[in-house]
């Protein structure tokens, strides 16, 4: 694994990561003005931000917004591990955490009511989108798999349950003509457990949607070497593009891995959600910061390079929440 990887994980997540279980309702920040004109100035209180596994970037760059947001406004932030998308938005609703990263199409089918929230339409809004996730499906060079198709009857990590890798793993397999309950023998595995997984031979492969690089598949590279390669995946982009527009074409480049080519995929922009009764100082602030002082979250992991202004209204379905709306000037 990088060192540089370790490095930034243990300096940024050493703020205030705290475990999932440990989490519960916290202290909301109270609202900084009138609901029509809210300044752009956070007020005291705590929030709790949902992020992802321990292995994955949500959870590194979570931990780099929280000490980013505690450092420069009143509120003071903890950043949590967790499944995930869907159990992320579950439970931002539920009123355990405050602010919450989700990939875009797990939000669309929230605010739709379609998915995993069928009949239950989720009241949520966006801050800003962020950097996109790209799809990267490894897999044992000895497992016989060459394309999604040929997953039939291997052991394949589908990434933890309620997770937006659980939801775009599924819908792969879909597309590629494949029952995801009964044509493949799917792992609901964390990050953790599908590394260990691929180094010892229990699964024959894996699909993980994160930033670029996640150190997880970077530790299961570096181990196994040429006994893993990664697949292209794009012939299933016409067909997931037909279920939700937002997948699009992407490229996992060859120095990311240490891969002799670079690598066609498909990725999907990521969001940092809220309530729709998140105070609208609160937001405007933390959205302003996000792009203020971008180059520190830079330096807890590069994936933040792809957050870019011009894109962060760019949440549809999704509604932008007012307090950003002001930030950005939209």
Partial sequence: ????????????LSVGLVAAGCGGKQTPAASSGDPGGAACEAADGRITIATGNSGGVYYVVGGGLAKLISDNTKLKATAAETGASVQNIQQLVAGDYDMAFSLADTAADAVAGKGAFEGKPQQVQALTRLYPN??????????????VA???????????????????????????GLNPETDVQAQRLDLAKTADGMKDGS????????????AQITDI????????????????????????????QGVIPAATYGQPA???????????????????????????LIYEKKSELEAVHPAAKDIRQEKAGMTDPVPLHPGSLDALGE
Wanted: aromatic share 4%.
């Fill in 1 to 12: 694994m990088r060192s540089w990887t370790l490095k930034v994980a243990v300096g940024a």
């Fill in 134 to 147: 790209y799809t990267q499906v490894l897999v044992r060079a000895d497992s016989g798999i060459d394309s």
């Fill in 150 to 176: 040929d997953m039939r009857g291997k052991r394949i990590s589908t990434g933890s349950p309620k997770s937006g890798t659980e939801v775009i793993a599924q819908r792969l397999l879909t597309a590629a």
């Fill in 203 to 214: 699964i024959d492969g894996l699909v993980w949607s994160g930033g670029l690089p996640t």
């Fill in 221 to 248: 590279t570096t181990s196994l070497k040429d006994q893993v390669k990664f697949i292209d995946i794009t012939p299933q982009l016409d067909a997931l593009k037909k279920v939700n527009e937002v997948y699009d």
């Fill in 262 to 288: 670079d690598v066609p995929t498909v990725a999907v922009p990521n969001v940092l959600l809220v309530r729709a009764d998140f105070p609208e100082g609160d937001a405007c602030a933390v959205t302003k």
